[in-house]
């Protein structure tokens, strides 16, 4: 068998072609990487006015400061809850929109619309519908005995952001599913029905295989989500508390940095964030796609 190859007439052409690519990655990615990372060598005063380059001392002060483990803690938990209820919920919903009858376009309209909320809206949004005081959530809740307060409860503060980032994400999740499930050819399904094959028989011996594609590239993509795009939600909910219950790793970076003014260490927070996040995913490729079937 031939292979095809793509010949250039003119030398520069490809170069040209990437360049876009090329341009934006150094100046949105590989530029403040490199920053951050020469940031997190300094020991700086409040206002950035002197500067001592001290290597790897703000890293060192890191790994053995107590609030830091707690909030590495903290982020964990809020992103496995965070990514399998999104994925688990918009899987169930797809499947659903999937085999409506009648009324498909608009259940399919309606479950990505969430999408175009901004993280602090939908913050803002779950927080008065979960307001203490007033919220419509709370007052339902009250009337069943229990009471709601995620102002002094940590435990409750952490369901209520893993819940309002899970929402903002599932519209996202939907559309690949939906996308997922439309492409798997019908007659499989069918003359797996006629074998005898019960629903669930049929999902995880046919659709969920099929699906894994999809499935592991939103893995990927909400691993990503959880740990960088939630900060808008956390900020608008609860700032990180109460006690540094909802304190994860990115808001750390903002409140150490921008709050308690420690330029160097948030500056290390960050590199450290970073390769957290380039390592999930590299494991992810190296080990969890060996299951994918194409």
């Given at each position: 068998?031939q292979?095809?190859?793509?010949?250039f007439?003119?030398?520069?052409?490809p170069?040209?072609?990437?360049?876009?690519?090329?341009?934006?990655?150094?100046?949105?990615?590989?530029?403040?990487?490199?920053?951050?990372?020469?940031?997190?060598?300094?020991?700086?005063?409040?206002?950035?006015l002197?500067?001592?380059?001290?290597?790897?001392?703000?890293?060192?002060?890191?790994?053995?400061?107590?609030?830091y483990a707690q909030?590495?803690?903290?982020?964990?938990?809020?992103?496995?809850?965070?990514m399998?209820?999104s994925?688990?919920?918009?899987?169930v919903?797809a499947?659903?929109?999937?085999?409506?009858?009648?009324g498909?376009?608009?259940?399919?309209?309606?479950?990505?619309?969430?999408?175009a909320?901004a993280?602090?809206?939908?913050?803002?949004?779950?927080l008065?519908?979960?307001?203490?005081?007033?919220?419509?959530?709370?007052?339902?809740?009250?009337?069943?005995g229990?009471?709601?307060?995620h102002?002094?409860?940590?435990?409750?503060a952490?369901?209520?952001?893993?819940?309002?980032?899970?929402?903002?994400?599932?519209?996202?999740?939907?559309?690949?599913?939906?996308?997922g499930l439309?492409?798997?050819?019908?007659?499989?399904?069918e003359?797996?029905?006629?074998?005898?094959?019960?629903?669930?028989?049929?999902?995880?011996?046919?659709?969920?295989?099929?699906?894994?594609?999809?499935?592991f590239?939103?893995?990927?993509?909400?691993?990503?989500?959880?740990?960088?795009?939630?900060?808008?939600?956390?900020?608008?909910?609860?700032q990180?508390?109460?006690?540094?219950?909802?304190?994860?790793?990115?808001?750390?970076?903002?409140?150490d940095?921008?709050?308690?003014?420690?330029?160097?260490?948030?500056?290390?927070?960050?590199?450290?964030?970073?390769?957290?996040v380039?390592g999930?995913?590299?494991?992810?490729?190296?080990?969890?796609?060996?299951?994918?079937?194409?």
């Amino acid at each position: 068998m031939q292979s095809k190859k793509v010949v250039f007439e003119n030398r520069f052409l490809p170069y040209l072609l990437v360049a876009p690519q090329v341009i934006v990655t150094m100046v949105f990615f590989i530029w403040p990487a490199s920053q951050a990372l020469y940031q997190s060598m300094l020991l700086e005063d409040a206002f950035g006015l002197s500067s001592q380059f001290v290597w790897f001392e703000n890293f060192s002060r890191l790994f053995v400061d107590p609030l830091y483990a707690q909030s590495f803690k903290v982020t964990l938990i809020f992103s496995f809850f965070t990514m399998a209820i999104s994925l688990g919920v918009s899987l169930v919903l797809a499947g659903m929109a999937d085999n409506a009858v009648k009324g498909s376009k608009a259940y399919k309209t309606l479950l990505i619309w969430p999408y175009a909320v901004a993280p602090p809206l939908a913050g803002v949004l779950w927080l008065f519908m979960f307001n203490p005081s007033c919220g419509v959530v709370v007052f339902l809740l009250k009337t069943l005995g229990y009471e709601w307060n995620h102002v002094l409860d940590g435990g409750q503060a952490m369901a209520l952001v893993i819940l309002a980032a899970s929402w903002k994400q599932v519209s996202y999740n939907f559309l690949f599913f939906l996308a997922g499930l439309q492409a798997i050819p019908r007659s499989l399904i069918e003359s797996a029905a006629i074998d005898g094959a019960g629903p669930l028989k049929r999902f995880w011996s046919i659709i969920f295989p099929l699906l894994s594609p999809t499935t592991f590239f939103l893995v990927v993509v909400n691993v990503i989500y959880a740990f960088f795009d939630t900060f808008g939600i956390i900020h608008s909910i609860t700032q990180g508390g109460p006690g540094k219950a909802t304190d994860i790793l990115v808001y750390k970076v903002f409140s150490d940095g921008f709050i308690g003014l420690d330029l160097g260490g948030s500056a290390a927070q960050s590199v450290v964030l970073m390769v957290i996040v380039i390592g999930l995913t590299v494991i992810q490729f190296r080990y969890v796609e060996r299951k994918v079937n194409y």
